[in-house]
């Protein structure tokens, strides 16, 4: 047995200590390997993701300023008068520019074509003029409102994300675009937090790649269009609403790039990383692994060393034991009654034996279910072992079927006995959500005569069981 003992712990040696070792290698060559497509496919997507999460909420507010400007009585009954009084208009768009915090505010009348602005009327919008073009595009358009970047027609110098929504008179007729504006500045912080917080390039470019909007760390040797290696990709990430890439550059960086469309732009958001800084870190925590896996090897062995001792005794037990009612098994009951036998022998004391079964016990299964079952047979397990010695066995002995076998006890106390099981679990009701049910045993009975074997006396006690089943069940019956 100690010989077993010492091979057991070498085995669990040489497994724990090879285990741990194969987990490290491959750990390591596992995430050299995946480091770089998590970049590419996740890491790299959710930043994209955030950023474009962010700026759709800080749009939702323009959108519903410009809608309530929209549905406005003032500006529909305002063209109505035939635009009378034009400061009427231009006091109503500074109050909402003030009111909000925007930085512009607009209305242009599809009647007069003029371009009103908190500081009075602009200009005159006119198709002939492409920088009013903006306003017969979204004219024609079928949704109530669009989004689009311009240069703002009372700053030129200025780009603005312009909020252009739909007016309609009460009879649904087309009078006029109303909306504001907003600032770029809110979208070049947002690229600037993020660039400081991930250390990757962010940037916007349009269709044909020229680069819109950057942060103040922008270089333009970063340019798309001047990256060397991109050239075969380049076509790829702009025409396909989002794209992920990696190409190796001829000083040997590796640059991994992800492409958005953001269609309230009609840009493409780039997000970079070059190289991956994790990478680096892979093969300093390989090694880390390997010492951390030799230190936790030598406690694992420790503990499964005194794990073997002391639970060899339990284990014993436990495979000695039914796991769902913690009677002796089947399995050991020869030996248990060599035991009985032997004793009941050398003090000339009586030996009997009783089978137990639960009547009607597939109804319970196929009525309630299986786990019900299980609870039915471990409180019968229960209540025999409150009514046995603590030197009786009881063995289970089949699916529903209980064996006992009494220790110097004869036939009348062991059928005092028996008869106290059956009543004591016939008077127990068993709660199953909302049913009740009660359960009832039938027994048969044996003891032991002068030379009989283990064999013939439990063949005796299954006939008398068998005879308990045949008078009605709910009973004990005694051997012949």
Not at 97 to 109: G, L, N, P, R
Request: glycine share 4%; hydrophobic share 40%.
């Amino acid at each position: 047995m100690q010989s077993r003992k010492r091979l057991y712990s070498v085995i669990i040696s040489v497994i724990v200590l090879l285990g741990f070792l194969a987990t490290s290698l491959i750990g390591y060559f596992v995430a050299r390997d995946s480091i770089a497509e998590r970049l590419q496919q996740e890491m790299l997507p959710l930043t994209s993701d955030n950023i474009y999460s962010e700026i759709q909420r800080d749009l939702l507010q323009p959108v519903l300023i410009s809608s309530l400007m929209a549905n406005d009585t003032f500006a529909i009954d305002w063209v109505a008068k035939g635009e009378q009084d034009p400061k009427q208009m231009q006091r109503y768009l500074a109050q909402i520019q003030d009111k909000y915090e925007t930085i512009t505010a607009f209305f242009v009348s599809e009647k007069s074509r003029l371009y009103y602005h908190p500081d009075g009327i602009i200009k005159k919008v006119s198709e002939a003029e492409p920088a009013d073009q903006w306003y017969f595009r979204a004219r024609e358009m079928n949704q109530d409102y669009e989004i689009n970047i311009d240069q703002d027609t009372a700053d030129r110098s200025r780009l603005s994300i312009f909020v252009n929504y739909r007016v309609e008179n009460k009879q649904g007729e087309f009078i006029g675009l109303i909306g504001v504006g907003l600032s770029m500045e809110s979208v070049v912080q947002l690229i600037e937090n993020y660039q400081r917080r991930y250390g990757r390039e962010i940037y916007f470019v349009n269709r044909q790649g020229d680069v819109m909007l950057q942060s103040s760390q922008y270089s333009d040797e970063l340019h798309i269009q001047n990256k060397e290696g991109l050239d075969k990709l380049f076509t790829r990430i702009l025409t396909t609403p989002s794209a992920s890439v990696s190409f190796e550059a001829k000083n040997g960086n590796v640059i991994y790039l992800n492409s958005r469309m953001v269609p309230e732009f009609d840009w493409f958001l780039i997000v970079e990383q070059v190289n991956d800084p994790a990478s680096e870190k892979v093969e300093a925590a390989l090694w880390i692994n390997i010492l951390v896996s030799l230190a936790i090897s030598i406690v694992v062995l420790f503990i499964a060393h005194l794990a073997l001792r002391g639970y060899q005794g339990r284990l014993e037990t436990m495979a000695t034991r039914d796991k769902l009612t913690g009677a002796a098994s089947r399995q050991v009951f020869d030996s248990l009654f060599d035991q009985a036998l032997a004793k009941s022998r050398r003090h000339q004391q009586p030996l009997s034996l009783a089978l137990i079964d639960i009547d009607h016990f597939k109804q319970v299964n196929d009525n309630h279910g299986h786990h019900h079952g299980d609870e039915v047979l471990e409180a019968v397990a229960r209540i025999i072992k409150l009514h046995i010695r603590k030197e009786d066995v009881l063995c289970r002995w089949g699916g529903e079927e209980f064996l006992v076998m009494f220790s110097d006890c004869d036939e009348a106390h062991a059928m005092q006995r028996i008869e106290a099981i059956r009543l004591a679990i016939s008077a127990w009701t068993f709660h199953f959500d909302d049913t009740r049910l009660t359960v009832t045993v039938s027994a048969g009975l044996s003891e032991l005569a002068a030379g009989e074997t283990m064999t013939s006396l439990i063949e005796r006690a299954d006939k008398a069981l068998y005879l308990a089943k045949g008078a009605g069940r709910n009973c004990i019956k005694l051997a012949e």
